[in-house]
Each structure stands twice: as structure tokens, then as C-alpha cells.
């Protein structure tokens, strides 16, 4: 975190989020991001707004000219960290995009005036972004080995995917009859893919490679070390977790241009990794859910 936000955090922190000085009364919470050239997690303080069930920050940067650092990495890196008062939770950051964002932005200032004045004195168009929880535990059903850990893990990948692809048929369809896109035209306009489902796909991009990351630098080699008998299961996995993240890749470099990105071709990078996603978490939870279910989660400490 910067040197200005250093004692804001470590208040906020310190007194369940309560803060002094110009902050004190306000609505406060701590958004930490990943750098999206750094690489490394910054913490900021920003004030946010409700608007229905909508969590929303907007990158005023205090009126200056220029999106502030936090806003550029998390469209880098939308998999975020929400603190507000005593509660932590992971979120996928979301710009609203068109009308959408003036109505919201419309709500923020009449809950918020100063937003209204900033956007008065600068040209860019203050961006507006939802804060959505990304990752809710397992409900009821309490997590006490490593298979129940993995299996909810899953369960929110396929969810996630789930949602992409529903997200993408959505937004294609909606775009093609704003248009008057012929299916069957000789030349039909480029369609993008736009920041809701850019965001959502993205952030199911960075889950899914930092979970099989874990897994080949910890869980795998533990698991062959201890269980020899699953060496040849863990060497399918290993192999699809390469073929998972070659389609991952591929779907990642068409999210770089969300303006020209081929819908086709984001269509069928999506259906291939369903296939591939899905039998592969079926052969997974097939091969290491007996052994799982017999290691407790979260682990105890370690004996004497």
C-alpha cells in the first residue's frame, strides 16, 4: 500500500473498520488487488455505495484526470479482496458498462454527491464497479476433510463455467439483435465480448490456474509420495491439467481485445474446455476422493 494509505489500512484494521480524520462516518471499505504490472497485492481505502444489493466503488481518484492504479489492475486481474468493518471476502470485480453505469452512477450521487462534482471536473467517464462475491462456502454441509474442501472447490468451478457460457449465449444474442446480424451474412460485423462477461471469464481463468498450480506443486507430489498405488491416475492429471491450461490460454489471449474478440472462436474455446474441465474434475474426484476424505480440512496443527 502507499505511504498515505498506510495508517488508513492499519486504523481500519485495528478498529473493526472505523476510521478518523476525513474519513470518520463514512462508508469505507479496503479493496486489495493484484498489481497488473507489479504483480503484487496493494491495498487501497475506498468509499462505496450500495444500490439494491450492489456493492459499487467508483475510480474517482479524487477528481484527477487519470483512472487510479486500482482500477487498471483489476482489469488485469478481477479475482479481488473485499474487507468491510470486520468481514473479509473475495469478490469479482465488475465495471458496468452503457446505460447500466449511468443509472447506477445516477443512484451513487444521489446517495453521494461528491461523486458528482468529481465527474464534473474531469472528462473521462468515472467508472463504476460491482463488487460481487466470488466464493460462498458450502452452505450446510460442513467441510471437515480434503475431499469436502476439494469437491466445494469444484462445485464453484463448474458453477463459474457454467455462468460464462451462459453469460456469452446471452450477450451474443443481445448483440445480434441490437444489430440486425444476418447468421447467414457474407460479411457480418465483429462482435465484443463486453466487460461483464470479460470479467467472469477472466476470473474463472485465474481460479482455475492457481487451483491446479497448488495442486501440481503441493497436493500431487504429496499425494504419489504417500499413496504410490495412484502414481498412474496422478500422471492423467497432471497431463489434462497441461490440456485445461493450453484451452485456458487460448481463451485468456481472446480476452485481450473485448472489442474485435471472435465470438465463434470464443464459443468453441469455451465449449472445449467444458468438455475437457468436466471429465476431468469426474476422474479426479473418481481417484482421490477415497484418500481425501481421510486427511482432515482445515489441518490440525502438527504432532509433537
Not at 473498520?17 to 496493494?42: M, N
Not at 458528482?116 to 473521462?124: I, K, L, N, P
Not at 446480424?181 to 482455475?208: I, K
Amino acid at each position: 500500500m502507499s505511504e498515505f494509505n498506510r495508517p488508513i489500512v492499519e486504523e481500519f484494521r485495528a478498529n473493526g473498520g472505523r476510521v478518523g480524520g476525513p474519513f470518520a462516518g463514512g462508508d469505507l471499505l479496503l479493496l486489495t488487488t493484484v498489481g497488473a504490472k507489479s504483480g503484487r497485492e496493494q491495498t487501497s481505502p475506498l468509499g462505496y455505495v450500495r444500490v439494491g444489493d450492489r456493492l459499487l466503488v467508483v475510480a474517482s481518484a479524487g477528481g484527477s484526470p487519470r483512472h487510479p492504479a486500482w482500477y487498471h489492475n483489476l482489469l488485469r486481474h478481477p479475482m479481488v479482496q473485499v474487507e468491510i468493518g470486520t468481514e473479509t471476502f473475495g469478490a469479482i470485480a465488475v465495471p458496468a458498462e452503457g446505460a447500466e453505469r449511468d443509472r447506477l452512477f445516477k443512484e451513487i450521487v444521489r446517495v453521494a454527491p461528491g461523486y458528482g462534482d468529481y465527474q464534473a471536473r474531469v472528462e473521462r467517464r468515472l467508472p463504476v464497479v460491482a463488487l460481487e462475491r466470488s466464493f460462498t462456502e458450502a452452505g450446510p454441509e460442513e467441510i471437515t476433510n480434503l475431499a469436502d474442501k476439494l469437491i466445494e472447490i469444484h462445485r464453484w468451478l463448474r458453477d463459474q463455467l457454467r455462468r460464462v457460457r451462459a453469460e456469452a449465449d446471452a450477450h451474443f444474442a443481445a448483440r445480434s439483435a441490437a444489430t440486425g446480424t444476418d447468421a447467414e451474412a457474407a460479411d457480418p460485423p465483429r462482435v465484443g465480448l463486453g466487460l461483464q462477461l470479460r470479467q467472469h471469464c477472466l476470473a474463472f481463468c485465474e481460479s482455475l490456474q492457481f487451483h491446479h498450480m497448488g495442486e501440481d506443486a503441493q497436493m500431487l507430489p504429496e499425494m504419489e509420495r504417500r499413496h504410490p498405488h495412484l502414481r498412474e491416475a496422478i500422471e492423467r492429471l497432471r497431463a489434462e491439467h497441461r490440456t485445461v491450461d493450453r484451452i485456458r490460454g487460448e481463451l485468456e489471449r481472446l480476452l485481450a481485445d473485448i472489442t474485435t474478440a471472435d465470438p465463434d472462436r470464443f464459443r468453441a474455446e469455451l465449449d472445449r474446455m467444458a468438455v475437457e474441465l468436466e471429465a476431468h474434475l469426474d476422474f479426479e474426484e473418481e481417484s482421490l476422493i477415497p484418500v481425501l476424505a481421510a486427511i482432515p480440512f482445515p489441518p490440525g496443527p502438527p504432532a509433537a
